[in-house]
């Protein structure tokens, strides 16, 4: 995992003074080191039986599709509010300062459907929080949590199942 670590950029100061932001931009854009993190994702998951994967806005459309074709399943999208143009599910989480809000199509999971949850990024765990809840509540059976990399420091495994967390890289 190195080689495909020493690729994404620390960005001082992004979005504020003191943060140090992974860009992950760097390794999707190499073709070859993208090619490479979603096999070696993909690759743990093949052979289970994965009806659809839950891409979360916006970096995780990029993670969850390519996963989703490797995996022959279908993509499911969860955005921000008034994206989707269907009749949504909203589930509402606090952040470090304030709440932010989600939508998913209230047809996109069936209840008994084998979910597998994707995202570029585990930080404080908020976001993927919420996402594993709407999942739950819609009836879909949680696979895992899949990310391609990990911030360990902020410890967002914390707030996700414990058993149901995967990350390809840890910085």
Request: glycine fraction near 8%.
């Amino acid at each position: 995992m190195e080689d495909l670590k020493s690729i994404i950029r620390d960005v001082p100061d992004f979005p504020k003074k003191g943060i140090i932001f992974k860009d992950i931009t760097t390794l999707l854009q190499d073709a070859k080191s993208y090619q490479r993190m979603v096999d070696l994702l993909a690759n743990r998951y093949i052979g289970q039986r994965i009806d659809k994967v839950v891409g979360v806005e916006a970096r995780g459309f990029i993670v969850g599709a390519a996963l989703a074709y490797k995996l022959c399943a279908g993509v499911v999208l969860v955005r921000k509010p008034g994206k989707l143009p269907s009749e949504t599910y909203s589930k509402s989480y606090d952040l470090e300062y304030g709440t932010d809000t989600l939508e998913i199509h209230k047809d996109a999971i069936k209840p008994g459907e084998r979910i597998l949850i994707a995202d570029d990024l585990l930080a404080t765990g908020g976001t993927m929080a919420a996402v594993v809840d709407m999942v739950k509540t819609m009836g879909g059976e949680l696979v895992e949590c899949c990310f391609m990399a990990e911030l360990d420091f902020l410890n967002g495994r914390r707030v996700l199942p414990a058993d149901k967390v995967y990350s390809l890289m840890n910085f």
